[in-house]
Nanobody, 115 residues
Framework: QVQLVESGGGLVEAGGSLRLSCVASESIFIDGYTVGWYRQAPGKQREKVASIDSDGIIDLARSVKGRFTISGTSAKSLALQMNSLKPEDTAVYYC?????????WGQGTQVTVSS
């Protein structure tokens, strides 16, 4: 079972930046795995923010294109660089790993953007 731990959330003013990190208990950049970030704002459904598949293909939500960047920082870690943050980016951000069989989630880290 893959364990995921996020960090880097916090309170930032609109226009600011944050960098989220996710550290896994084992290698996550493996053939057939897709790794990424999701977020859930109060009263809303969880939505995908960004992902990388095992072919290195990156998928970004339209709402964050040009502002957020996803990257693998080691065999066991993942980052989400968030620039030009907006109040509507406020949410709990979750690290996610999908294998051919299972889906794993971190506990989430709160990001709050003040206007």
């Amino acid at each position: 079972q893959v364990q995921l731990v996020e960090s880097g959330g916090g309170l930032v003013e609109a226009g600011g930046s944050l960098r989220l990190s996710c550290v896994a208990s084992e290698s996550i950049f493996i053939d057939g795995y897709t790794v990424g970030w999701y977020r859930q704002a109060p009263g809303k459904q969880r939505e995908k923010v960004a992902s990388i598949d095992s072919d290195g293909i990156i998928d970004l939500a339209r709402s964050v294109k040009g502002r957020f960047t996803i990257s693998g920082t080691s065999a066991k870690s993942l980052a989400l660089q968030m620039n030009s943050l907006k109040p509507e980016d406020t949410a709990v951000y979750y690290c996610n790993v999908r294998t051919r069989i299972h889906t794993y989630w971190g506990q989430g880290t709160q990001v709050t953007v003040s206007s």
